[in-house]
């Protein structure tokens, strides 16, 4: 049993970066299927995954099963590309800057 006066552990920025990515693409499947007239359980039922899988996706649930996941996107017409937009202008500032053969950085 967790300890009550335990204190929640801090979230990192790239762990709410992640949680930012699940949340928008969520939005994009909701938008989506919403926009193709269908209901969860229609999307649920045409590609072999549960009605509870598509709610905790559309929610943002940031350990839904990627494979999973990528499959509902594409049945409402995402494309990878799409569901990497996160629309905040961030230029991926986590990732390091590769260098090229001299050494200089790579924009």
Do not use: Y
Request: aromatic share 2%; hydrophobic share 40%; with cysteine.
């Amino acid at each position: 049993m967790a300890n009550p006066r335990q204190q929640p552990r801090p979230i990192s920025d790239m762990e709410e970066g992640a949680r930012a990515q699940s949340r928008h693409f969520g939005q994009l499947v909701r938008e989506r299927r919403e926009a193709l007239h269908m209901r969860q359980d229609d999307l649920a039922l045409a590609t072999g995954v549960g009605r509870r899988f598509i709610l905790e996706l559309e929610a943002g649930k940031p350990t839904c099963q990627l494979g999973r996941a990528l499959v509902v996107a594409a049945a409402v017409g995402l494309r990878p590309f799409d569901l990497m937009q996160v629309g905040t202008g961030d230029d991926n500032a986590l990732l390091p800057d590769l260098a090229d053969e001299d050494g200089d950085a790579i924009p």
